[in-house]
């Protein structure tokens, strides 16, 4: 079974402090992804990373790192957390099937951070 | 640049009925995917069904599949004999291969007893 696991379903953090969101999948997928959703804004994305080592900032990269050092494990990092970082948190893992060429892309749970 | 649009905000459909939840798209792109995803309130995001742009019949997954017209650029999701809990909100996103997808606003769908 598919499965994308992130470290916690709700966090309350204080302002400054430094937040650390991680993603893990078992899939063997190269490409993982992390979006946050806001009410009105949609899904966006943060930063996404198609290997060990490698990341690129996706729409919204300011005010978070990430760090990818095994392929299974894709962390977000919030280096001083604010309270307009209080948002859903997503993790995606993705793969393209070489025999079907189907693509999937899987969610974790999801984190709801609360920033006071 | 990628644009994803979804002029439903909200369905409503009886249950057992069919629905046919609107997406239409925009790429420069040659070779994409596209990809439905459903909502429920506790928030995870659950994987429905996967078109790819030179897929030459559209793509099923048990009740779901989606009626993908490439030259209309459109992608719509159909869900047969709805069910109570197919009540969500239902999201059509797209993406040139293994780039990052680019959501809809979503579709808020309620099957009625």
């Known amino acids: 079974d598919v499965k994308v696991t992130q470290s916690s379903r709700y966090l309350v953090k204080r302002t400054g402090e430094k937040v650390f969101l991680e993603c893990v999948q078992d899939?063997?997928?190269?490409?993982m992804f992390w979006y946050r959703q806001d009410p009105g804004l949609g899904l966006r994305l943060i930063y996404f990373?198609?290997?060990?080592?490698?990341?690129e900032k996706g729409d919204i990269p300011e005010g978070y790192s990430v760090s990818r050092e095994k392929k299974e494990r894709f962390s977000l990092i919030l280096e001083s957390a604010s309270t307009n970082q209080t948002s859903m948190y997503l993790c995606a893992s993705r793969n393209r099937d070489r025999g079907s060429n189907k693509e999937t892309q899987y969610f974790g749970p999801g984190t709801r951070l609360l920033v006071l | 640049a990628q644009k994803i649009t979804q002029t439903q905000p909200g369905m409503f459909v009886q249950e057992k009925e069919a629905v046919t939840l609107d997406c239409t798209y925009d790429?420069?792109?040659?070779?994409?995917?596209l990809f439905w995803y459903k909502q429920p309130s506790s928030g995870e995001m659950i994987f429905l069904i996967y078109q790819g742009s030179y897929d030459q019949q559209n793509a099923t997954e048990g009740r779901y599949s989606l009626n993908f017209q490439k030259a209309r650029k459109s992608a719509n999701l159909v869900i047969s004999a709805s069910q109570l809990g197919d009540s969500a909100m239902y999201f059509c996103?797209?993406?040139?291969?293994?780039?990052?997808?680019?959501f809809g606003s979503g579709t808020r769908l309620q099957v009625q007893p």
């Open positions: 996103a797209m993406s040139p291969q293994r780039r990052a997808l680019t």
């Open positions: 790429t420069s792109d040659p070779s994409y995917g």
């Open positions: 899939m063997d997928h190269e490409n």
């Open positions: 990373s198609y290997d060990v080592k490698m990341k």
